[in-house]
């Protein structure tokens, strides 16, 4: 049975089976005049003149009202179409979420990061999160930021603001708080779980840390912080160089240990790979202060731009040469790149904005599934290439269909 109601609420017309063309042009061109539908033109409520243009105009209207009986094939919605749905968080919508990661030999088990001491935990794969509760992490004078988060095989690190270290032996089932000194320069920002028992650290001062002891002693892996490398060489010719006494606005790690980071105001960048005694500075190479940078998976370098821009590096491996990508990022800054393999990478930012590329990166096409998402994307983490998560503010998670 197929019900069509016209604007005439009193009256509507109900149509069992499938009527001949005819006959029910007859009723809706009645019930059209009756009602003054909207969308009827003026040519059908016309007399037909002859019987050729009767013929015509009821060929003409039975198509258009095909959609509306059920004649054709539904169309799909656009969230039918994306490859990502929304997985819905027990926590507050003000929260940020700001990391995530699975354990390797457990595929299903994952934590996730975010502000307002947030830690969640899966066991499914990330289909439902439920909080973890941390005793060594519960303090009543702290409100802790957990910035990141690492496994390499049952062993686990989390890093956050105000400073505090937390690591697993037994794949998060427990977790043991970490002694750091109070002479730390900077807020750590960054852990990766580099082996057993070993473990590389990042402040957003530029201090590097390596520890191979679980934690218990720490080796500086760079003489001195970024400050003060930027002012002892303050002929450097970088541009916003001089007497630098800002902090990380990101950093990133590449999978063979190097580092590139933005500096605060996005005026520079820095890089630093595995032996450097110090970061070395770069000038950008673009107009627009930088946003975001990070690695790509075939080893180059992708770079955003404050309102929207995108960049690649030419070649692979630490360069100053970069040419931009045209992207419809709708005037709205991109936060992220996550790459799923070295051709497909997505990319996300304000106001809910997905980009897709399967070209590795020369063209990018819009994904809608987070139009109607009120929320910044910060960051897109792919965990392997069959599953990803895209974090953003207000508690929002996209998880990654394929």
Do not use: C
């Not at 590139?260 to 110090?278: C, D, I, K, M």
């Not at 994904?367 to 910044?376: L, P």
């Amino acid at each position: 049975m197929a019900t069509l109601q016209l604007t005439d609420f009193s009256n509507p017309i109900i149509v069992l089976g499938r009527p001949s063309v005819t006959s029910l042009f007859m009723r809706t061109t009645r019930q059209y005049r009756n009602s003054q539908a909207r969308f009827v033109t003026r040519a059908s409520l016309q007399q037909p003149s002859n019987r050729r243009q009767f013929i015509a105009e009821t060929a003409a209207v039975s198509l258009s009202l095909t959609p509306l009986i059920g004649f054709g094939e539904p169309a799909k919605s656009e969230e039918a179409l994306s490859e990502w749905e929304r997985v819905y968080l027990p926590i507050d919508p003000g929260v940020v979420l700001l990391d995530i990661a699975f354990v390797p030999d457990d595929s299903n088990h994952g934590f996730l990061l975010g502000t307002r001491q947030t830690i969640l935990e899966t066991k499914d794969g990330g289909n439902t999160w439920v909080p973890r509760s941390i005793p060594s992490a519960e303090d009543e004078d702290f409100n802790y930021r957990f910035n990141s988060i690492s496994f390499k095989g049952k062993e686990g690190w989390i890093v956050g603001k105000p400073a505090i270290l937390l690591y697993t032996s037994d794949a998060g089932e427990s977790w043991q708080r970490i002694p750091l000194s109070s002479q730390l320069p900077g807020d750590m920002v960054y852990i990766e779980a580099t082996g057993e028992k070993s473990a590389e650290m990042v402040t957003d001062q530029g201090a590097i840390y390596i520890t191979s002891n679980r934690g218990y002693n720490w080796r500086a892996a760079v003489q001195e912080t970024v400050s003060a490398t930027l002012n002892r060489t303050v002929s450097s010719g970088i541009s916003g160089a001089s007497y630098y006494t800002g902090t990380f606005n990101t950093v990133n790690r590449s999978p063979d240990g190097n580092y590139v980071a933005v500096s605060s105001r996005g005026n520079f960048y820095l890089t630093w790979e595995p032996g450097q005694p110090y970061w070395q500075p770069h000038n950008r190479a673009v107009a627009r202060r930088i946003q975001n940078m990070g690695w790509r998976a075939d080893g180059g370098l992708w770079l955003l731009v404050r309102g929207g821009g995108l960049y690649l590096s030419k070649g692979t491996g630490i360069t100053e040469e970069f040419e931009e990508v045209q992207v419809q990022s709708r005037g709205f800054g991109i936060l992220d790149v996550g790459y799923r393999s070295k051709d497909e990478a997505w990319a996300a930012g304000g106001s809910g904005i997905l980009l897709r590329t399967t070209n590795g990166g020369k063209s990018w096409i819009r994904d809608k599934a987070a139009d109607n998402i009120a929320a910044n994307l910060y960051s897109v983490k792919f965990i392997k290439d069959n599953k990803g998560f895209v974090l953003g503010n207000d508690g929002v998670l996209l998880r990654y269909l394929g």
